[in-house]
């Protein structure tokens, strides 16, 4: 904590003059000086304060408290902006009233679910520009003091990281002016420092293990950690304590508990904590809280055995306020200094004997005595350890998922491929196609999932073992895998949702299902392997089963039976068995030139258009030096990275040709608003 303390100790000096020279009589602790509340006196030119958050959707008593909480903040001074990262309709509705002061950000990482990602949120944050960063609870209530704070906060010169807990409230009892501007009684008298101070007084303050709290960080040089941060889902807990111990672990900026200073309400609504995000609704809530807790603690977890010590909280100052002024105090450690932005200048022994200094100490041990410290251990928190369990049964995901025509888009994957899975998850999501599952072949790809926010599910009888570097075309894992899919595929059939199948390694240029819809009812789609450029593309075993489009219906289900069966017996991978059954050994049941009927089910196949679907050999499309313009060219809407051996070669060419939309390092999707700099 060395770093700290000279940290600290610049702070100190920079203002311990100015003690002396401003005291007053008073005995109170002043929330705020009322007449500061008077927003006349704001000035235009202070910093720069982007406050971002991910609100619930705007509805009911929820959105009626995440409105009242957002005009407050707006309402502190002209020079905050507001970030919400969120999905739902109703918040770009909400954010008209409001112009560029208020913005909607839907371009981030979000679950299956709708629950943001802490991760992605600070990303798209640092890309804001702003002096001053604001992480909050999108219901937390914020009051003048806030503002008077990151003013002081603002001249300190170092980097820092400012947290403060909330009060817990049932209900707020005052009403916002139109302007936003002043707070008011319930009979339109203005709202006096007293009453205020009341609600403080009245109700509890949460602390910086649990409750809900605020960070705030001045842009500067030095980042909030070492590292990338764990994808900790947004409102989950664990990553406020995170970043706090993170901060103080790392001596990178100086971090200070602002709780007694700075005046946040938070409503305790129940209600709120159960849906928070809701995209869902048929879901229970236990179902949806499992799922993300788990994933959480088990980060934390994850994260928390590795890197974390025990955090010693006596290593976080505090601020306080003695008679209007407000100083940094660490009680530990003994020491008071004022919260001053002058030039720095040298410090002399004898302050620890003036007067004002204890005076000031005096303040400051009665004011200490009567509030709560820091006695929880941020590490605890993060330690907390659950087992990844199995916590959506197949069923529910795909009543989550699937989409109003009861379609799926399904991905098999296994632990090699899971950056190539998370590329073509960030592809679908950038699409706005929402209604993918991922069917993991492994328990790694499985957490791994969970981690990344994927609607997974575990197949119970697929093979272990099949996750090793080469399972590709050709291969004994090839065959066992593929085998898998058809498996799951009838599965989902069956329980009466259409599949799309698509390999992760097809990248997708535009959603093929409207399309897909218009070949009817009693038609499989598939993609055809042929690599001529002219003739037939149905000719014996060019039928590609990593995408293909099948209806739940009583056909398509006895055809994709028989499929399964002749696969269970056969020595090969499962694309001969699609094309023999269905086509007949030697294209027996050929019709056409892109087409076949299985005579037993009437099921028609239909062999995609390779300019609309090309394989990997098409062309050579993988080949151009602008995959993306030549695909363009001849109207692609998805591109398969087949028709080579090994998988580095594949994920090679695919991330060269720019065809990637996933972030390794960081664990994010890749959004136009990081693009430049993460590819640089
Ligand atoms: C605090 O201020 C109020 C009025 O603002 C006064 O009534 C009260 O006595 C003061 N408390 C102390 C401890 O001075
Ligand atoms: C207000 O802004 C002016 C310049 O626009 C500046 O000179 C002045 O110091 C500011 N006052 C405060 C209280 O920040
Ligand atoms: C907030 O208040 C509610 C009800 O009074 C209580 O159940 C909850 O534990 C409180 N939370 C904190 C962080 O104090
Ligand atoms: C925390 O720090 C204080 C002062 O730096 C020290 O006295 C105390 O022993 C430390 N506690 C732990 C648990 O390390
Ligand atoms: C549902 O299917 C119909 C055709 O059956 C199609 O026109 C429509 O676009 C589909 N809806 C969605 C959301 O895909
Ligand atoms: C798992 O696969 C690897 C790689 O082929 C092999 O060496 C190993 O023996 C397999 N283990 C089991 C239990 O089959
Ligand atoms: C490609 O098609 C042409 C004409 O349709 C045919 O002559 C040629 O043999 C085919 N090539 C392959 C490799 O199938
Ligand atoms: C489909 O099969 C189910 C069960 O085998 C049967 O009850 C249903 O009548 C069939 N539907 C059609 C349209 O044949
Ligand atoms: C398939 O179609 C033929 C000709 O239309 C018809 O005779 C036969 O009954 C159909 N089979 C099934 C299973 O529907």
Redesign the pocket.
């Known amino acids: 904590m060395k770093v700290l303390q000279v940290g600290v100790l610049s702070i100190w000096l920079s203002g311990l003059l100015f003690i002396a020279l401003n005291f007053y009589a008073t005995r109170n602790l002043t929330i705020f000086n009322s007449d500061r509340i008077n927003h006349n006196h704001f000035n235009h030119s202070g910093p720069k304060i982007a406050i971002f958050t991910a609100p619930a959707p705007f509805i009911g008593s929820i959105g009626s408290s995440q409105s009242l909480a957002m005009r407050s903040w707006l309402g502190l001074s002209p020079q905050i902006t507001v970030l919400l990262f969120t999905q739902h309709p109703s918040a770009v509705a909400f954010a008209r009233d409001f112009g560029s002061r208020l913005m909607v950000e839907p371009n981030i990482d979000f679950t299956f679910l709708g629950t943001p990602f802490f991760h992605s949120m600070m990303a798209r944050a640092w890309a804001f520009t702003s002096d001053i960063y604001v992480l909050i609870d999108p219901d937390t209530i914020l009051l003048p003091d806030f503002i008077f704070m990151l003013n002081r906060a603002y001249k300190i010169n170092r980097d820092w990281l400012l947290v403060a807990s909330s009060h817990n409230v049932s209900r707020f009892p005052f009403y916002l002016s139109d302007d936003g501007k002043q707070w008011l009684t319930k009979d339109g008298r203005r709202v006096r420092t007293h009453e205020f101070q009341e609600i403080l007084d009245q109700s509890q303050q949460g602390n910086l293990c649990e409750g809900k709290m605020l960070m705030a960080w001045n842009s500067g040089e030095l980042p909030l950690n070492n590292g990338v941060f764990p994808p900790f889902l947004f409102g989950k807990g664990t990553h406020n304590p995170w970043v706090i111990s993170e901060a103080l672990l790392c001596e990178l900026r100086f971090v200070f508990d602002a709780s007694l200073t700075v005046s946040s309400f938070s409503l305790n609504d129940p209600v709120h904590w159960s849906n928070q995000f809701g995209r869902v609704s048929h879901v229970t809530d236990a179902e949806k809280r499992n799922w993300e807790y788990v994933g959480n603690s088990h980060l934390g977890a994850l994260y928390g055995s590795s890197s974390f010590h025990e955090i010693n909280s006596s290593c976080l100052a505090k601020v306080m306020n003695c008679y209007g002024k407000y100083n940094f105090v660490n009680m530990a450690k003994n020491t008071v200094f004022p919260v001053i932005h002058e030039r720095p200048f040298t410090w002399k022994e004898k302050f620890f004997h003036s007067s004002s200094l204890k005076k000031t100490m005096a303040c400051v041990d009665d004011t200490e005595a009567s509030n709560r410290r820091l006695d929880c251990s941020l590490t605890d928190q993060l330690k907390t350890s659950a087992p990844l369990d199995y916590p959506f049964p197949l069923e529910s995901l795909l009543s989550v998922v699937a989409d109003k025509n009861r379609t799926v888009v399904l991905a098999v994957a296994g632990y090699s491929y899971k950056d190539m899975l998370m590329s073509w998850v960030c592809r679908l999501r950038l699409l706005r196609v929402t209604n993918f599952v991922v069917c993991a072949l492994d328990h790694e790809t499985y957490q791994f999932s969970i981690l990344q926010g994927l609607p997974v599910f575990n197949d119970p009888s697929a093979p272990s073992n099949i996750s090793f570097n080469d399972c590709h075309f050709g291969t004994k894992c090839f065959q066992r895998v593929t085998k898998v899919k058809s498996r799951i595929v009838l599965q989902i059939l069956k329980l009466g949702y259409n599949v799309l199948l698509s390999d992760v390694d097809v990248y997708w240029f535009r959603n093929p299902l409207p399309l897909l819809y218009s070949f009817g009812l009693s038609v499989l789609a598939a993609q055809s392997d042929e690599h001529n450029r002219t003739g037939p593309i149905n000719l014996p075993r060019r039928l590609n089963s990593g995408f293909y489009f099948a209806r739940s219906n009583n056909?398509t289900i006895a055809a994709m039976e028989k499929v399964v069966k002749h696969a269970a017996t056969s020595g090969l991978s499962e694309q001969p068995s699609f094309y023999d059954t269905l086509c007949g050994e030697g294209g027996s049941n050929r019709v056409g030139d892109n087409k076949c009927v299985e005579?037993?089910?009437?099921l028609t196949v239909h062999f995609l258009d390779r300019k609309l679907f090309p394989n990997g050999a098409y062309l050579d499309l993988w080949l151009k030096k602008n995959v993306k313009g030549a695909c363009a060219k001849i109207g692609c809407l998805v591109l398969h990275n087949n028709w080579i051996s090994g998988r580095l070669k594949k994920l090679e060419r695919q991330v060269l040709s720019g065809l990637w939309e996933y972030d390794i390092t960081t664990r994010m999707c890749i959004q136009s608003w990081h693009k430049t700099k993460l590819m640089s």
Request: net charge negative; proline share 20%; glycine share 0%.
């Open positions: 056909l005579p037993e089910t009437n």
